[in-house]
């Protein structure tokens, strides 16, 4: 057995045991043969097709056909939200406070989270414009740029979003990398429109006064929490609904929108665990604590709730020694 060989066995444990049984060599055989001479280890695009496919088989072993349908519901609810929260965040980056507050900001913006917001921005024109697969480009960009503010704040010395907002528009983003193909027109458009409405609304607040200032006091008028409702609000219903037509895809989009809907409440659960679940200015160390449990439990629900699918559907088959009644 060669080296390509057996690591190609290795990438097949994504696979369920019975399908490695039933079709591991045939599967490992096509790749080898497509290999090129020499190669001693999996192409990346190899190496993602078989996880994918060894997910999608996976998927199918448990009997949980509506996760994929799931998983792209939650990432047109986690697009429409991200962009949301991008353009009340795009106004208020706009009016930093005047030079004898002593306040810091980032030349003629509060900080440097214009750059990601403006990312943000383009990802609800693309999706609007382009193919789909040009809008998961344009959010893994909005996302990095996101997730780079930290570093970059803190080699220039420039001010940035608080951890507690930049946290949930990532958890967002990763959810919005689903994105589907082929929706309609209308569709397409809703998080650019939802962008603008939301900028108008934060120009609104704006107007009522001076200055936006260091724009993490805004999130006490609670932004965040009130979106986390939302989005927590619109998901549950579209499952109830779903739920009553037999469709379940709303139950998965349900778990997958739950971490970053906590992170967007990350404020009033981190009070809540500092015994003051009505404040909005919780300590460090509760913010912290709160933020490490939401991002290890959310995450584990899927796999467990994949998990007990699967069980469920094996003992809901007939035993072959059974008769059917």
């Given at each position: 057995?060669?080296d390509?060989?057996?690591?190609?066995?290795?990438?097949?444990?994504?696979y369920?045991?019975d399908?490695?049984?039933?079709?591991?060599?045939?599967?490992?055989g096509t790749?080898?043969?497509?290999?090129?001479?020499?190669?001693?280890?999996p192409?990346?695009?190899?190496?993602v097709?078989?996880?994918?496919?060894?997910l999608?088989q996976?998927?199918r072993?448990a009997?949980?056909a509506?996760?994929?349908?799931g998983?792209r519901l939650?990432?047109v609810?986690?697009?429409?939200?991200?962009?949301?929260?991008?353009?009340?965040w795009t106004?208020?980056?706009?009016r930093?406070p005047p030079?004898?507050?002593?306040d810091?900001?980032?030349?003629?913006?509060v900080?440097l989270?214009?750059?990601?917001?403006?990312?943000?921005?383009?990802?609800?024109?693309v999706?609007?414009?382009?193919?789909?697969?040009?809008?998961?480009r344009?959010?893994?960009?909005?996302?990095?740029?996101t997730?780079a503010?930290v570093?970059?704040?803190a080699l220039?010395?420039l001010p940035r979003?608080?951890l507690f907002v930049?946290?949930p528009q990532?958890g967002?983003?990763l959810?919005a990398?689903?994105?589907p193909d082929?929706?309609p027109?209308?569709?397409?458009?809703m998080?650019?429109v939802?962008?603008i409405?939301?900028n108008?609304a934060g120009?609104n607040?704006l107007?009522r006064?001076?200055f936006?200032?260091?724009?993490?006091t805004?999130?006490v008028?609670?932004?965040l929490p009130?979106?986390a409702?939302?989005?927590?609000?619109?998901?549950v219903l579209l499952?109830?609904?779903l739920?009553l037509r037999?469709?379940h895809?709303?139950?998965?989009?349900?778990l997958?929108?739950?971490?970053p809907?906590?992170?967007?409440a990350?404020?009033?659960?981190a009070?809540?665990?500092?015994?003051?679940?009505s404040a909005?200015?919780p300590?460090w160390?509760?913010?912290?604590?709160t933020?490490?449990l939401?991002?290890l439990?959310?995450p584990?629900?899927?796999?467990l709730?994949?998990?007990l699918?699967?069980r469920w559907?094996?003992?809901?088959?007939p035993?072959?020694?059974?008769?059917?009644w």
């Open positions: 057995m060669t390509l060989e057996r690591r190609y066995l290795r990438l097949l444990s994504a369920p045991a399908y490695r049984r039933a079709r591991g060599a045939e599967i490992v790749y080898l043969d497509l290999a090129a001479p020499g190669r001693r280890w192409s990346p695009a190899d190496a097709d078989v996880l994918r496919g060894g999608r996976r998927v072993a009997g949980a509506d996760l994929v349908p998983v939650a990432a609810l986690a697009l429409l939200a991200a962009t949301s929260l991008a353009g009340v106004v208020l980056e706009l930093p030079p004898e507050f002593g810091p900001a980032a030349g003629p913006f900080s989270g214009i750059v990601a917001w403006t990312a943000w921005g383009l990802a609800a024109l999706h609007a414009l382009a193919p789909a697969r040009w809008t998961r344009t959010v893994a960009l909005a996302v990095l740029l997730l503010l570093p970059a704040a220039t010395g979003p608080p930049l946290l990532v967002l983003g959810v990398l689903g994105a082929g929706l027109a209308p569709l397409r458009a998080p650019l939802a962008a409405g939301a108008l120009t607040l107007h006064h001076v936006a200032g260091s724009y993490y805004w999130t008028v609670p932004v009130s979106a409702v939302v989005v927590l609000g619109v998901v499952g109830v609904g739920a037999g469709d895809r709303g139950g998965w989009a349900v997958i929108l739950l971490t809907v906590c992170l967007l990350l404020q009033p659960l009070g809540a665990a500092d015994g003051m679940p909005f200015s300590s160390t509760a913010l912290a604590a933020a490490v939401v991002a439990v959310g584990a629900l899927l796999p709730a994949l998990a699918r699967t559907t094996r003992l809901a088959r035993h072959p020694g059974r008769l059917p």
